[in-house]
């Protein structure tokens, strides 16, 4: 089951088929859907959970937190949607492709996948923009 709730910002519309694509990215992923949440927040409020949280101090689009149990997939996403919009403006994207992005992204940590090393980062972005295109 996935979640939507919204801190220190107005409500967005999230597409009808959002959760039907992201578990089935779970799915495809060979994993079941769990229990996720997604919060969606401005820049200050995921500050502070970054800082209180991951002793990092600075400010992020997204910070997953795992609660995966075995193959059950389940964790809380947080997401600053206006750091989503400044990275769409800033790489000349789509809002709605760079949110997208960052959704997958969260869902493809908690899938296994990691973004530590140039490697890494490129199986994920390959993995993120593969499923962008099941939407």
């Not at 995921?46 to 800082?51: E, F, I, S, T």
């Not at 995966?68 to 809002?95: E, H, M, Y």
């Not at 993120?128 to 295109?133: H, K, L, Q, R, V």
């Amino acid at each position: 089951m996935i979640n939507y709730f919204f801190e220190n910002i107005n409500p967005k519309d999230i597409h009808p088929k959002t959760s039907e694509w992201l578990e089935n990215l779970i799915i495809s992923e060979n994993k079941k859907p769990g229990k996720i949440n997604y919060i969606f927040c401005d820049d200050d409020y995921l500050l502070k959970v970054n800082q209180d949280f991951l002793d990092h101090d600075y400010f992020t689009d997204i910070i997953t937190f795992d609660y995966v149990k075995g193959k059950t997939i389940s964790g809380d996403i947080f997401v600053s949607l206006p750091r989503i919009l400044d990275n769409a403006s800033t790489l000349s994207q789509d809002f709605e492709k760079e949110f997208n992005r960052v959704l997958a992204h969260g869902i493809l940590h908690l899938c296994g996948y990691k973004d530590k090393t140039e490697e890494e980062q490129i199986q994920m972005r390959t993995k993120e923009d593969f499923y962008i295109n099941q939407f």
